[in-house]
């Protein structure tokens, strides 16, 4: 009998919050436990919810091909010079803006593409094929909207509607001195004066922040408040002062522009999302987050693949198979097989999403530890093999094609893009909490 459970009652993990079941539950699937929104208690007091976007993508396969266009034009056309002189990729931005690609997971009835996650990983692959900057800043602006879309679908319409149509730019505001990038833990408070929130929030990084138009936030719930009892909001841009702070000096990534900020102002209490924060980033957020990377991680191994395979074709074609290259070709199989493990785990962890959020929809929420878990597998070692791949083919492209910084196979940028999957929510942290779960996990007890 753990503390805190009834009589014949359950306790189990997800995301990290235990919950108690005192209800039957319906079971779909191996591991996989469905359960009556009435009959769940979470211990902490917390709204459940699971899922995002409307699912209702009307021509997916169209948006994945006009994102391979993208991907292979003006994202691939920019993003020697974005890496060289260490700025925004504002012409890359702008094209997605103008393929309407910042509304992915706007709802339609709000302008929007009502985006899945089996699109949004596809898009990202895409993308990802020319530029690693642009396609993180596209998968980390479509996890803000995904959760403004899913908790402020009616406080924050016109907000949405704007970020479908004009296009705004979405930046996330929830890194902090002194708790690092612990999303579901926030020090500055929220100050509330009568129907003003009275703002005043400073970041150790925010990406893309000075070229956002929105911004989503969180802070402490008020000054009394611990810092696990978070709030978020979403605000435009003009409606408070920013100030940059430092500037963004990275082995990798500097399409992102990811700076120190300060953000100053007076906004009404409207901006504030209905809720705590912990759902949001738990059911929403973190999957969003997790299943774009690696969408993004899988595309940019793709380009660096398909570019050196092509000039090795050229080579093979012009000077035939050289026995002493045997090495070489041992290696290129060994990257496509890790390239299909990579691919296989980014869309079973995307379709299984997806599948848990229609079943949300029918009125079911989802309880499952290992749901959980794949979702930190695929952050750890998607970002390990991505590194992997992206290193094995420094070896064969050798000095000259691999090493050096060479805008025609890009395999060194690639190298130092992808390097930062593992430090982004560091693999370690996220390892420890799986270890976690998968203790709570063996604790699930029936009396």
Not at 4 to 20: A, E, S, T
Not at 70 to 92: I, P, T, Y
Not at 115 to 126: K, L, N, S, V
Not at 412 to 437: H, I, K, P, Y
């Amino acid at each position: 009998m753990v503390p805190g459970c009834g009589k014949g009652g359950l306790l189990y993990c997800r995301f990290g919050v235990i919950f108690h079941r005192s209800a039957p539950a319906h079971r779909s699937g191996p591991g996989r436990i469905l359960v009556r929104s009435e009959s769940m208690t979470n211990l902490s007091s917390l709204p459940v919810h699971f899922g995002v976007g409307d699912m209702t993508v009307r021509d997916p396969d169209g948006l994945v091909e006009k994102a391979r266009q993208l991907g292979r034009g003006v994202l691939w056309q920019h993003s020697g010079d974005v890496d060289r002189e260490n700025r925004f990729a504002s012409e890359s931005m702008q094209a997605l803006r103008d393929a309407g690609l910042l509304g992915f997971y706007v709802p339609t009835e709000l302008g929007g593409l009502g985006g899945d996650a089996r699109t949004y990983a596809r898009i990202a692959e895409q993308l990802a094929w020319g530029c690693m900057s642009t396609t993180m800043n596209w998968a980390m602006h479509a996890q803000q909207v995904s959760i403004i879309a899913k908790y402020g679908r009616m406080t924050h319409a016109d907000l949405l509607h704007e970020i479908a149509t004009k296009p705004r730019l979405v930046a996330s505001v929830t890194t902090e001195y002194g708790k690092g990038g612990d999303l579901l833990r926030a020090r500055t408070p929220l100050v509330i004066d009568g129907e003003t929130i009275r703002l005043k929030r400073a970041t150790p990084i925010t990406s893309y922040a000075m070229h956002a138009d929105a911004y989503f936030m969180i802070l402490r719930a008020s000054e009394t408040a611990p810092e696990s009892d978070v709030r978020a909001l979403a605000f435009r841009a003009e409606d408070i002062r920013r100030i940059q702070k430092g500037e963004w000096r990275a082995m990798g990534m500097h399409g992102t522009q990811s700076v120190p900020m300060e953000y100053e102002g007076d906004l009404p209490v409207s901006n504030l999302l209905p809720g705590p924060f912990r759902p949001m980033a738990t059911d929403t957020m973190i999957p969003v987050s997790l299943i774009g990377w690696g969408g993004a991680w899988l595309g940019a191994c793709k380009g660096a693949y398909e570019r050196l395979m092509r000039a090795e074709r050229d080579r093979v074609s012009e000077q035939g198979i050289d026995p002493d290259k045997d090495s070489t070709f041992a290696r290129l199989a060994r990257v496509r097989v890790y390239i299909e493990m990579l691919e296989s785990h980014v869309y079973r962890v995307a379709d299984e999403y997806d599948a848990i959020s229609r079943s949300v929809s029918e009125g079911f929420q989802f309880r499952d530890t290992k749901f959980a878990i794949a979702l930190t597998s695929l952050k750890v070692t998607g970002s390990e093999i991505a590194f992997q791949i992206i290193d094995e083919l420094v070896q064969v492209g050798g000095i000259g094609r691999g090493y050096l910084n060479n805008d025609k196979f890009a395999i060194e940028r690639v190298f130092r893009d992808l390097r930062s999957g593992a430090v982004m929510q560091n693999n370690d942290r996220l390892l420890e909490t799986s270890g976690r779960l998968l203790v709570l996990d063996a604790m699930r007890i029936v009396e």
